[in-house]
């Protein structure tokens, strides 16, 4: 018995399509907004430090690969046109390939990402930038700079992983049956969530890399 796309994309305990795109869509959001508040610890926390020691904050940005920093944010944004490409194109039935081969390239920019961060971090580490023993800015605050700077990088790497899976997942079901990007929600979903990873990491740049560069 053959079964039509709309029943393939359909997921208990819905039964209408329509309504299972209003609950996964308004989960997304919810997750994104509890997700910006756990964020949100780090930056106050990061807040606080810039405020106490200034100096020492502005001399460890100026220790960060800004190079690294400014080439992950370009291939992050592109990333996400792509992403919302698929998304778009999606709605189609006929452009279902299309759609695939935009999150095929999303995820190799993703892969490209952590790869770029990975390189970072070993300038990092041979720069001795991890904070403890040895760390070579001596200046009151500058450690816990680094310290935000290497949970937030890290967290948001975890968070950009599982994004890949996510992305995974649409290639692979989206070979066996490309009629099923049409009806499925799994694509904007996926598409609201590399947004979100998007938009911490704009903010990260913003804050780890761009204080002490001002001349």
Same mark, same amino acid.
């Given at each position: 018995?053959?079964?039509?796309?709309?029943?393939?994309?359909?997921?208990?305990?819905?039964?209408?399509?329509?309504?299972?795109?209003?609950?996964?869509?308004?989960?997304?959001?919810?997750?994104?907004?509890?997700?910006?508040?756990?964020?949100?610890?780090?930056?106050?926390?990061?807040?606080?430090?810039?405020?106490?020691?200034?100096?020492?904050?502005?001399?460890?940005?100026?220790?960060?690969?800004? $190079?690294?920093? *400014?080439?992950?944010?370009?291939? #992050? &944004? !592109?990333?996400? =046109?792509? /992403?919302?490409?698929?998304?778009?194109?999606?709605?189609?039935?006929?452009?279902?390939?299309?759609?695939?081969?935009?999150?095929?390239?999303?995820?190799?920019?993703?892969?490209?990402?952590?790869?770029?961060?990975?390189?970072?971090?070993?300038?990092?580490?041979?720069?001795?930038?991890?904070?403890?023993?040895?760390?070579?800015?001596?200046?009151?605050?500058?450690?816990?700079?680094?310290?935000?700077?290497?949970?937030?990088?890290?967290?948001? $790497?975890?968070? *950009?992983?599982?994004?890949?899976? #996510? &992305? !995974?997942?649409? =290639?692979? /079901?989206?070979?066996?049956?490309?009629?099923?990007?049409?009806?499925?929600?799994?694509?904007?979903?996926?598409?609201?969530?590399?947004?979100?990873?998007?938009?911490?990491?704009?903010?990260?740049?913003?804050?780890?890399?761009?204080?002490?560069?001002?001349?």
């Amino acid at each position: 018995m053959t079964t039509s796309a709309e029943d393939r994309a359909l997921r208990e305990p819905w039964d209408d399509l329509e309504r299972q795109r209003q609950a996964a869509l308004t989960g997304i959001w919810f997750f994104s907004a509890s997700e910006l508040l756990f964020f949100g610890g780090l930056f106050v926390a990061y807040a606080v430090n810039f405020y106490l020691w200034p100096h020492g904050s502005m001399e460890a940005g100026g220790h960060t690969g800004l $190079a690294y920093g *400014l080439s992950n944010t370009v291939v #992050l &944004l !592109l990333s996400s =046109a792509a /992403v919302a490409v698929a998304a778009a194109s999606a709605r189609w039935p006929a452009l279902g390939r299309f759609s695939r081969a935009c999150v095929w390239v999303t995820m190799i920019l993703g892969v490209a990402f952590l790869t770029i961060k990975g390189l970072e971090y070993r300038h990092d580490i041979e720069e001795r930038l991890i904070p403890g023993p040895g760390f070579p800015i001596e200046a009151r605050g500058a450690q816990l700079f680094f310290a935000f700077y290497w949970t937030s990088t890290a967290l948001h $790497a975890v968070h *950009l992983t599982v994004g890949l899976g #996510l &992305l !995974l997942r649409l =290639a692979i /079901v989206g070979a066996r049956d490309p009629q099923w990007y049409s009806k499925t929600p799994a694509v904007n979903v996926t598409a609201l969530y590399w947004g979100f990873v998007d938009v911490v990491w704009t903010i990260l740049f913003v804050l780890i890399y761009l204080p002490g560069r001002a001349t």
